[in-house]
């Protein structure tokens, strides 16, 4: 007797917000400048009558952050992971959807043609742009290490070797988790506590 067992992948969630540039605040001069804006904005909330509506208060904190951040930061870039993937090929995607339309609306020969002949044009070009990304990005790791740039050759090759990863932070040790958290608390308190302490004080 065998028995068979229906797997469900759980899909990723799906983060739709804002993510600011956090890495700019290893500048001085741009850490300074988030904490004059997020200061200010919070002195500007003192003055505003609020009522001792909690979400209110929190929303105030959020938006105020946020829009603190934004102008300050920045958001940050997505990593493109084809970057080939141009205006032009897109167009190609567009006309090989619209051709299967056609032939899932009428499963004619002609239109069964046109597919087939629309499916090989993309291809071909979607071949030929990677080639044409794969060779520059070899010719950029040749100079790098025709120059010693040392540090960007192994970042290509990594690429190359190891092709897109999703980044997944886990906590392997708890000793060194807990030793992280106290300083990472500091961090957070040095940047909001100033702005939270002029909102409720």
């Known amino acids: 007797m065998r028995e068979r067992l229906a797997v469900n992948k759980k899909e990723a969630q799906k983060f739709d917000g804002e993510r600011f540039n956090l890495r700019k605040l290893n500048e001085l001069e741009v850490k300074e400048k988030y904490q004059i804006e997020i200061t200010n904005r919070f002195a500007a909330l003192e003055n505003v009558d609020v ?50 339309m056609q032939w899932i609306q009428n499963p004619s020969r002609s239109n069964v043609d046109n597919l087939n002949n629309v499916r090989r044009d993309a291809r071909r070009h979607f071949r030929n742009k990677k080639k044409a990304y794969l060779k520059a990005k070899i010719e950029e790791l040749e100079t790098n290490s025709k120059i010693n740039n040392i540090r960007d050759l192994y970042r290509g090759t990594n690429d190359f070797k190891k092709g897109y990863q999703p980044r997944t932070i886990i906590v392997k040790e708890e000793r060194r988790f807990g030793c992280r958290l106290p300083q990472y608390y500091d961090e957070v308190e040095e940047l909001f506590l100033p702005a939270i302490e002029c909102t409720w004080g």
């Open 51 to 100: 009522d001792k509506d909690v979400n209110r208060a929190w929303e105030n904190i959020k938006e105020n952050t946020k829009t603190s951040a934004n102008e300050s930061l920045g958001l940050k870039e997505l990593k493109q992971h084809k970057p080939w993937l141009d205006k032009e090929c897109l167009d190609f995607l567009d006309r090989r959807k619209q051709a299967k």
